[in-house]
T-cell receptor, first 112, second 115 residues
Framework: QKEVEQNSGPLSVPEGAIASLNCTYS??????FFWYRQYSGKSPELIMF????GDKEDGRFTAQLNKASQYVSLLIRDSQPSDSATYLC????????????FGTGTRLQVFP | GAVVSQHPSRVICKSGTSVKIECRSL??????MFWYRQFPKQSLMLMAT?????????EQGVEKDKFLINHASLTLSTLTVTSAHPEDSSFYIC???????????FGSGTRLTVV
């Protein structure tokens, strides 16, 4: 079982729609959860991080965390073509809270 | 915001030569830096964790004699790929965390091509 799992996609949504990206993790003791966006050929850029169960909103982005289900998601409202990228879920481990473990990423395509 | 500057952005080298990649934290002190490698269409794989003033910690399967890491100051960490071979061609990215309860900042990455 992979430590952090994501559907590789592509996830295709029309412009203006809500894109929903999902991630599950295996380490029940994980403390910190991150969503990064990566454009082709570029390094990842941080979108959001979340530590507590529930929702965290920042502009068009909402991160949702459910530790009991070991599940974290990212919602992108009013999706734009510029949101087309690979979205990486990353989790810190319980035994080493500094080390980030990445999922394989979900490719999002927003079409006009 | 926190910035990690990584150089060079792109390098082409001959097989058997060594290449050094630098990462600098510009507006914060990074006692720990993380080095990742990313092959095409794959995710980031952690190679090693560099700690200022001490030896780096390497992930399983990463040759420490091939990927030399030096973290001599609180703002500079270097990765040297020694005796590079074509299979070392990849995208190398460094990362640091500004503080606890904050996100990790990534350098812009180095595209290494070994010919």
């Amino acid at each position: 079982q992979k430590e952090v799992e994501q559907n590789s996609g592509p996830l295709s949504v029309p412009e203006g729609a809500i894109a929903s990206l999902n991630c599950t993790y295996s380490d029940r003791g994980s403390q910190s959860f991150f969503w990064y966006r990566q454009y082709s050929g570029k390094s990842p850029e941080l979108i959001m991080f979340i530590y507590s169960n529930g929702d965290k909103e920042d502009g068009r982005f909402t991160a949702q965390l459910n530790k009991a289900s070991q599940y974290v998601s990212l919602l992108i409202r009013d999706s734009q073509p510029s949101d087309s990228a690979t979205y990486l879920c990353a989790v810190t481990g319980s035994y080493n809270t500094d080390k980030l473990i990445f999922g394989t990423g979900t490719r999002l395509q927003v079409f006009p | 915001g926190a910035v990690v500057s990584q150089h060079p952005s792109r390098v082409i080298c001959k097989s058997g030569t060594s290449v050094k990649i630098e990462c600098r934290s510009l507006d914060f002190q990074a006692t720990t830096m993380f080095w990742y490698r990313q092959f095409p269409k794959q995710s980031l794989m952690l190679m090693a964790t560099s700690n200022e003033g001490s030896k780096a910690t390497y992930e399983q399967g990463v040759e420490k004699d091939k990927f030399l890491i030096n973290h001599a100051s609180l703002t500079l960490s270097t990765l040297t790929v020694t005796s590079a071979h074509p299979e070392d061609s990849s995208f190398y990215i460094c990362s640091a965390r500004v503080r606890v309860n904050y996100g990790y900042t990534f350098g812009s990455g180095t595209r290494l091509t070994v010919v």
